[in-house]
């Protein structure tokens, strides 16, 4: 007994920790880096999970089927940093979708019949460790990709072989079914949103989610998906997911400023472990189902509500925002305390924590110097005040190599108040800079500007991040030019030099302006590369995602860099100069097929 639910709780780990890291994260990051459409893609695979949830609980669930689903979810990751078409990348997504609906649905289903709350508990918080621990946090999209996987696979593996009828407890409904819906609805659809704004702005991903603050978060995930599992066995199980509601509203809080960041950074990961085993042990212990067929319906119709329609509504109306808006607070606290009073599980000690929330919530926005809406606006006068003027410009001119560098001409460059043109051009053109530089190496560029470009006379702007306005002058550089992204990624796709000759100097010039992220010997080990969204990529032993189409496509690559990560351009440098630096970086990979050779 005690192996099948060991094994059941590896299952466990293995099916959450795929959608995590993999569904969750990588897969949006694989489809922003190749330039796709994000919303449609993600649409595709809430569609197609919520679609594959109905379709095994209509046919029954079977073990069969769930090692079907693991399967497919295998493929699709394995293939994902592959898809470089809206065709591969819609495919992926279908796959994606079928397969962790499938599994989902079906593992929640059978869980009861394989082992206790306490084995739930612990298989979601080992899923959700692992995805926290640095070597697998800290990879590239396509490394986590493969990652994801890996823990299909091992799903595949460890999947129990036989099964027991004998509940732990009887099955019981603590609340109406729609009340349940809705509150989880309700504490996905504000995770998902949270947890995408921290991991794309750089300051709050620092504070909380910061190289070393990831084996803490590991930690924290698993001691609290335990505690969740055992709490969940022992009380009124309603106020487990209520009080994962108010971490998480105390932490999406303090996460927005940075006296209290620290703080979110403790709760956040308590509050997501706490709701999601409630989540994943509600259709087969607390809504009043016995037989399969009928926990089957449930947890699709839970997962396909709270699940994918909550977290693609989060992830869709954060996917612009630089911090958490008190609103999505307010709204996702008056829905799950409407459900706790439809469903006279409201004690004055859940009352009590939510009147300090809200408190929490109404102070903190009266505190602060300005409302966060303003970044922007507030980014352009530290631009202005800075004398950013002086040596950028914000004007592309017609029919010049600007066109080719800065992005397409604007035709609202004399419409701004102030006019922004600039007085002279010593540093490159800023019109279009948000869709070719990311909000990370913007901030590093500001911080050591010497250290990406030797020699050049800009000085460091540190001082700035000290308090909020280097924040501000980034989120202003990166609403510049946001709807010229498309434009961009076509050229980005399309160069190709006039002439293949070369100036050589290739090392010399990969370690003026490659090595400070790539490292002097090209294996992702540079100075800076610790402080990126993600490590830089290894030109010596791979993997090539995004260059695999060979020499033209690395050309394209070191000229225009890759829009929508931390790849910048070379949009200065001659084509000769690319020229070389692609010759150089072709050797590297050369060398090492090579030496793998012998």
Not at 28 to 44: D, H, T
Not at 193 to 199: K, L, P, Y
Not at 239 to 253: D, I, K, N, Q
């Amino acid at each position: 007994m005690r192996g099948l639910a060991w094994r059941a709780s590896c299952l466990v780990a293995a099916v959450y920790g795929y959608f995590l890291i993999f569904a969750q994260f990588a897969w949006v990051e694989l489809i922003r880096s190749a330039g796709g459409q994000e919303k449609p893609m993600l649409g595709a695979m809430a569609v197609a999970g919520m679609a594959a949830g109905f379709w095994i609980a209509w046919k029954g669930v079977t073990a069969g089927k769930i090692r079907i689903g693991l399967a497919l979810a295998a493929l699709a990751s394995a293939l994902a940093p592959l898809a470089d078409g809206m065709m591969s990348m819609l495919t992926v997504s279908i796959l994606t979708g079928i397969g962790v609906g499938m599994s989902t649905v079906g593992l929640a289903t059978l869980l009861p019949s394989w082992c206790g709350l306490f084995w739930v508990g612990l298989g979601t918080g080992v899923g959700y460790a692992c995805c926290n621990l640095p070597i697998v946090f800290q990879q590239s999209s396509a490394h986590q990709a493969w990652i994801g996987s890996v823990f299909a696979v091992v799903g595949l593996l460890v999947f129990p072989g036989n099964q027991n009828t004998h509940h732990e407890e009887p099955p019981r409904r603590e609340i109406p079914f729609v009340s349940v819906l809705v509150l989880f609805t309700a504490l996905v659809w504000l995770d998902s949103a949270a947890f995408f704004i921290i991991q794309h702005a750089v300051d709050l991903k620092s504070g909380t989610w910061g190289s070393g603050l990831l084996w803490r978060n590991a930690a924290l995930h698993l001691a609290a998906a335990i505690a969740s599992g055992v709490w969940l066995k022992s009380c009124r199980r309603t106020f487990v997911p209520a009080s994962a509601w108010g971490l998480l509203a105390v932490a999406a809080l303090a996460v927005n400023h940075e006296t209290s960041r620290s703080v979110a950074g403790w709760l956040y990961p308590v509050g997501v472990s706490l709701y999601s085993v409630a989540l994943v042990a509600w259709p087969g212990w607390f809504s009043g189902a016995r037989a399969q067929h009928s926990i089957g319906w449930r947890a699709a119709w839970l997962f396909a509500i709270a699940g994918w329609f909550g977290s693609a509504n989060g992830i869709g109306m954060a996917e612009t925002l630089q911090r958490v808006p008190v609103t999505f607070i307010l709204i996702s606290g008056v829905c799950v305390l409407g459900v706790l009073v439809s469903s006279n599980r409201l004690s004055w000690r859940v009352l009590t924590a939510a009147a300090i929330v809200w408190v929490v919530a109404f102070l903190g926005e009266k505190k602060a110097d300005v409302p966060e809406t303003d970044s922007v606006a507030l980014g352009k006068q530290v631009y202005l005040a800075e004398g950013c003027i002086h040596c950028h410009s914000q004007y592309v001119r017609p029919g010049s190599l600007d066109e080719l560098n800065w992005g397409p001409v604007r035709t609202d460059s004399l419409k701004g108040k102030p006019v922004v043109i600039g007085n002279r051009r010593q540093g490159p053109d800023l019109t279009d800079v948000g869709a070719r530089r990311s909000a990370t190496w913007l901030k590093l560029h500001f911080i050591n500007p010497q250290a990406f470009s030797p020699g050049s006379p800009m000085p460091s702007y540190a001082y700035l991040f000290k308090d909020r306005r280097g924040d501000d002058l980034v989120h202003y550089l990166q609403a510049n030019g946001l709807d010229g992204m498309t434009d961009v990624f076509q050229k980005a796709m399309t160069w190709q030099p006039e002439s293949s000759q070369s100036a050589g100097r290739g090392a010399e010039l990969f370690q003026n302006h490659c090595a400070v992220c790539h490292g002097a010997s090209g294996k992702g080990d540079g100075e800076m590369s610790g402080l990126l969204t993600k490590a830089p990529a290894n030109l010596v032993d791979g993997p090539f995602v995004w260059s695999s189409a060979g020499t033209g496509r690395i050309r394209q690559i070191i000229k225009f860099g890759i829009p929508g990560t931390d790849m910048p351009g070379h949009e200065t440098l001659k084509d000769e100069q690319i020229v070389a630096l692609e010759e150089f970086v072709s050797c590297l990979r050369k060398l090492a097929s090579e030496t793998g050779r012998e």
